[in-house]
């Protein structure tokens, strides 16, 4: 349940969701379309989890559905260095969205513009006042980095799902090193997290911490409306794939990056330069360098301070996602 003295609720947050539909993705979007405080200011589409043209539809999809105002801009289709590796299919389903029906009827048109020009045109418009969240490969943050480099100093801030860091045992879910996200461009995620606005990093090392579980679902499904029904309907197969590791429920990823954006308090991060392996054996490996050991100088020295979460309040980050459906009941 959210608490009346939330802080969050009282000032609007701009929000450009960049995402790529996606099971736990489309639960973000609904949390962020259903969280009081969010102005969502535009929906915008990478390849990642499905090729391009589908997580678009899903997007236009997912807007209809929930009667969502926010424009939805279509994006990159492969990394900057061109390459689109398979779908995992055997995780979001064929659709991208747990192969639940879509009906592609009288969907609305995207954007005349690409991802990274609207993004570039948004924040020109509110200079300082936009949170970019990122939950997919940061193809489109780093497309709008190059064409317009004035646009780091105009951004509020920066919030990612991706990267694992190997704290508390959480390594990779793709390689035994690089998060899904990262080693899908990690070219890209390198030049984001070096560029001069402040990222905060939500990796897996503390999204694993976090599981909607069956009691959640049940509430979700009992209770949470139209958007608890669908997040259960998509999840399935989810749920399923996260079976297979003896996990009784599916991790949050994306929907725990939109939680970080609404209340970091729940979060405790550190600080320090991020790089991520762009090719070898590690490629798409995020590393922060420790400023507490001395290193001779090299890679690291000349990129920016970046935030990485490090902990998090598991239970009261459930509880939002949950109660931010269901206002009206006690927490768990
Ligand atoms: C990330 O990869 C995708 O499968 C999810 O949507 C999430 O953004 C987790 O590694
Ligand atoms: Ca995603």
Known sequence: MLSAENPARSRSLKVIFDTDPGVDDAAALLFLNAYPSVTLLGITTVFGNADI?????????????????????????????????LPPVHVHGQNGIGDIVVDQSGLPEPDARAAHRFIIDMVRANPGEITLLAVGRMTNLALALREAPDIASLVRNVVIMGGAFSLAGHNGNVTPVAEANMIGDPLAADEVFGAAWPVTAIGLDVTRQIVMGPAELDRLAAHGGEAGRFIVDTSRGYRAFHAQFGIDGYYVHDSTAAVYVVDPSLFEVR?????????????????????????????????PDQKIAVSVDANRVLGMLVGTHIPCLPAL
């Open 53 to 85: 043209d589908t997580v678009t539809r899903n997007a236009l999809y997912l807007k209809k559905r929930f009667a969502i105002s926010a424009p939805v801009a279509r994006g990159a289709g492969a990394s900057l260095s061109g390459e689109a590796s």
């Open 271 to 303: 600080s320090g330069p991020v790089r991520v392996a762009t090719d070898g054996v590690a490629v798409g490996q995020t590393i922060q360098r420790d400023w507490g050991i001395p290193y001779p100088p090299g890679e690291w020295d000349m990129a």
